[in-house]
């Protein structure tokens, strides 16, 4: 037995090794073949001789949440299309972070994955990048989505018997005609925001907080994440998936300015956590993408990054179309002015061709 464990030792040492620089979809095929070399191999059992096959299940119960933990998300994708079985190791090791993630928040994670299914909440905003970027940093506060009506009032409920206390409610108002200026984006896309908070039964000075934001729709949670104001946190965890809007950018850690008119003191925080912010995609120096200002983008189209959590078919909210507004509300429409956006006439890339 002993000598078994310290085999398994010596495998876990080495494939986190060699994972643990920048790792690729190269290394990680690699890791995947030595698992399977073990799988397929008989490893002493006990001291009376007995021999134990090792299972998939179990090899990578062992070791691939050490692998994985040293990975990014983009990476992990990259595992999980491997093979049938990565897929679902994946998937249960994404299961297993967000309830570490929600044991913050809340005592049963069961019960607040069942009120989000029954009432179309999503997890979004800095609590859900931090899961996606995972960079090290935590959102302070859980920001919560739910659809207009019914829904909020079902997970006030819920909440509630979780301990949570109502602090303030905010009414999302639009400004009159009269007001131009006092514009914000949530007037657009937001109803109400209820503040709750829950002291620690062991220490009253520390507390945690959720922010239960209404959308201005009775169908979907997910209109005021496309009233955002940059690219990089338009993305929310559901019960049974995760949503990137902006993929390609947001796994480099690149943010453009979408839909802001007021102030732009949030920009400070992203900073810190080493992203890299743009009024424009013409600041870019990278082609447009799905972040084209020309292009009319559904939240089901081939631009979006889904990831399943669940084996079998996935709850899809009702598509809804946006573009990638830029940071002033005078922005020429019609027009890309990124010089290496093929769908700008002047791209340099086609002056090439």
Request: include cysteine.
């Amino acid at each position: 037995m002993a000598h078994s464990g310290e085999a398994n030792m010596r495998l876990r040492e080495e494939l986190t090794r060699l994972l643990q620089s920048n790792p690729s979809s190269e290394k990680l095929e690699r890791a995947w073949r030595v698992l399977q070399a073990v799988n397929e191999s008989n490893i002493p059992f006990n001291s009376y001789g007995g021999l134990y096959q090792a299972t998939a299940s179990l090899v990578f119960g062992n070791l691939l949440d050490h692998i994985l933990d040293s990975c990014s998300f983009r990476d992990i994708i990259a595992v999980s299309q491997l093979s049938r079985s990565l897929r679902v190791q994946t998937r249960q090791y994404f299961n297993r972070k967000l309830v570490v993630l929600l044991k913050r928040y809340v005592t049963d994670v069961g019960a607040f994955f069942q009120t989000m299914k029954k009432t179309g909440g999503i997890i979004s905003g800095s609590t859900a990048l931090a899961f996606i970027d995972r960079g090290g940093w935590t959102s302070q506060d859980l920001d919560l989505y739910v659809p207009q009506g019914l829904p909020r009032d079902e997970f006030l409920v819920h909440l509630a018997k979780e301990g949570y206390e109502l602090e303030a409610v905010v009414d999302v108002k639009p400004p009159t005609d009269g007001e131009w200026w006092k514009y914000d984006q949530l007037s657009e896309s937001v109803t109400r925001i209820t503040k709750l908070r829950r002291k620690s039964r062991v220490d009253p000075s520390i507390a945690t907080s959720i922010d239960l934001i209404e959308a201005k729709s009775q169908t979907s949670a997910i209109l005021p994440i496309l009233y955002f104001h940059a690219t990089h946190v338009m993305n929310w965890i559901s019960h049974d998936s995760i949503v990137l809007l902006y993929p390609t950018f947001t796994l480099k850690k690149v943010g453009v300015e979408h839909h802001y008119w007021g102030q732009r003191n949030w920009r400070d925080k992203y900073i810190r956590r080493g992203f890299t912010l743009k009024d424009t995609t013409e600041q870019l120096k990278l082609k447009c993408g799905s972040a084209c200002p020309l292009l009319h983008r559904s939240t089901d189209d081939a631009g979006t990054l889904t990831f399943a959590l669940i084996d079998g078919p996935i709850t899809t909210p009702e598509p809804i179309k946006w573009q990638t507004r830029g940071v002033t509300p005078h922005q020429e429409k019609g027009v890309c002015k990124n010089p290496r956006c093929p769908r700008n006439p002047s791209c340099e890339l086609r002056r090439l061709v």
